[in-house]
């Protein structure tokens, strides 16, 4: 299952909302570079050994760099930071049913929604329901 919605991502003392896919079938939470780039400068970290992921636009892509964000959903704030993935090659849109659809700044994996107790509900959208959380 897969959600659309506006949460805020906190950095090196910065804060910025986004659009971030939240998606049941990822099990990784990753950010696009140029988003975070242009949000909170080039600051992330290497990764000790590169990851292979599969993007939903059906191609293989390394990642060799991440970030320790802090995502905040309906004000609610996910304690501790999380581990985001920064994406060089992150498609800025992909074609679904001939239609072409922009791609979000943040895709919010499985691992994530699982530490958090995310869930999707198909009638309420993404609800928080974990108790690691501060409001």
Known sequence: MRVLKDVKVRFGGREVTCTALFDTGSRFTV??????????????SPLPRPVKLYLVNGRFVKADKYAEVTIVI?????????????LDEFAEEIVVEGRRMKMPDMIIGSGTMDKYGI???????????????LL
Not at 74 to 86: F, G, K
């Open 119 to 133: 869930v999707l509900d198909p009638r309420e959208g993404v609800k928080v329901i974990g108790a690691s959380l």
């Open 31 to 44: 950010i696009s570079r140029s988003f975070f780039e242009r949000s909170f400068g080039a600051r992330w």
């Open 74 to 86: 309906d004000d609610i704030e996910l304690l501790p930071p999380e581990t985001v993935l920064v």
